[in-house]
């Protein structure tokens, strides 16, 4: 079967879902779509993309299942209420959300056992604008078969997929790569309110450092935002970070392992999350440490 036979069920047209259903349209997929809030269907209907009130409906008509949801409870009850009632053997459940690792086992299980669904979990790196520009990395766990068909589906979507192994493992390094980019966040905020604060002109730093050791994505992303106070539009979100960053904790916990570091920038994340940023992008982050008007 060649991909574009594939019908593909998206849930959740969300900041990310949104620019991926239509790169998976633009490819020549037939999109079946679901989300909580159905106004935010428009663009991806207007697009091509088939509505469905029922989720019940989307997966039986579909026979590539792809969820992009906000976190693990979500996927969790989207799972038990609707897909493991609706599923059937030959489907394929893809989750691009980042969730809980152990929880992703669970579940996968659970939908192999009753209804003979396989699960590859492909949690995904590069944010909106990597979803806009097909550029994303992605981390996925599963069978060789079903990363096989995992591949052909998301290729609109990635630069590059790694198989990381079993069920879970995609997860797992998603948690990784969270933790990497979480305190990165951190301390670019707490470096950029101190350079502002010695009189630096904090506008500059990016491309000062740009090609060093202190050099990374997010630098180049947040800290133009953080200097200049241009939070808005919001590309990520406050809350995302926050999640990914309890979960490393958790899991770090149950390895018997430490992670301080980590363990600091999900208390100082959720600090800021209780002034009212959980909804704000991470750019936000700098008014920890800054309290001048940036």
């Known amino acids: 079967m060649s991909d574009k036979q594939h019908t593909l069920g998206f849930i ?73 009632a609706s599923g059937s053997a030959g489907k394929l459940l893809i989750d691009l959300s980042s969730i809980h690792p152990e929880t992703t086992k669970r579940l996968a299980a659970a939908l192999h056992e009753t209804c003979g669904m396989g699960w590859v979990d492909a949690p995904v790196s590069g944010g909106v604008a990597g979803a806009q520009q097909g550029n994303l990395a992605i981390m996925a766990g599963g069978s060789a078969e079903n990363i096989a068909i995992a591949r052909h589906v998301l290729a609109p979507l990635y630069q590059q997929l790694t198989h990381m192994g079993d069920v879970g493992s995609g997860q797992m390094t998603k948690i990784c790569n969270q933790m990497i980019v979480s305190c990165n966040v951190m301390v670019i905020a707490e470096m950029m309110a101190l350079a502002r604060q010695a009189g630096v002109d904090a506008e500059k730093i990016p491309a000062a450092l740009a090609g060093g050791f202190a050099d990374s994505k997010p630098l180049q992303i947040v800290g133009p935002e953080m200097a200049t106070g241009t939070f808005e539009p919001i590309k990520w ?9 309890n979960m490393a904790v958790d899991v770090s916990i149950r390895q018997g392992n430490t992670v301080p570091m980590s363990a600091l920038a999900a208390q100082l994340m959720q600090l800021h999350g209780r002034q009212g940023f959980l ?16």
Do not use: H
């Open 237 to 245: 979100r406050v809350k995302t970070l926050l999640k990914d960053l």
């Open 12 to 84: 959740g047209i969300g900041l990310m879902g949104k620019p991926m259903t239509l790169r998976l349209l633009d490819a020549g997929f037939k999109v079946n779509v679901w989300n909580r809030s159905p106004e935010k269907l428009i663009p991806v209907t207007g697009a091509g993309a088939q509505a469905y009130s029922s989720l019940a409906d989307l997966v039986q008509a579909s026979d590539v299942i792809i969820l992009c949801l906000a976190d693990t409870a979500a996927v969790e009850s989207i799972v038990k209420t609707d897909i493991l």
């Open 279 to 294: 909804e704000q992008d991470p750019s936000t982050l700098i008014k920890l440490f800054d309290k001048t008007d940036a």
